[in-house]
Nanobody, 121 residues
Framework: QVQLVESGGGLVQAGGSLRLSCAAS????????MGWYRQAPGNQRELVAT???????NYVGSVKGRFTISRDNAKNTVYLQMNSLLPEDTAVYYC???????????????WGQGTQVTVSS
């Protein structure tokens, strides 16, 4: 049993910044990849950024140079620093993690509830 809890969403003006956090808790043996998805009304859920256990990262092209993903393995937490925000960044942002639970020999995907990010013009 694993849960992911996001925080840090809110309303910000274009050009502003927000930092999202997501903490995983429960019977965790290890976490492989962590990341962030987002979904705006009428759109598909889009993968925004990922970070592997070795620290390597990937970003969707629209956020490169503006967003930074990081993780604190000791705290089972992933962050998304969002700078130079644009109205088109408005979406619900979902934390995602691939987790091996204690006592198991396989990984499962887990999702947070989502946090709303609204960027006004």
């Amino acid at each position: 049993q694993v849960q992911l809890v996001e925080s840090g969403g809110g309303l910000v003006q274009a050009g502003g910044s927000l930092r999202l956090s997501c903490a995983a808790s429960g019977s965790i043996f290890s976490i492989n990849v962590m990341g962030w998805y987002r979904q705006a009304p009428g759109n598909q859920r889009e993968l925004v950024a990922t970070i592997n256990s070795d620290g390597s990262t990937n970003y969707v092209g629209s956020v490169k140079g503006r967003f930074t993903i990081s993780r604190d393995n000791a705290k089972n937490t992933v962050y998304l620093q969002m700078n130079s925000l644009l109205p088109e960044d408005t979406a619900v942002y979902y934390c995602w993690a691939v987790v091996r639970c204690s006592g198991k020999d396989y990984y499962n995907d887990y999702w947070g509830q989502g946090t709303q990010v609204t960027v006004s013009s």
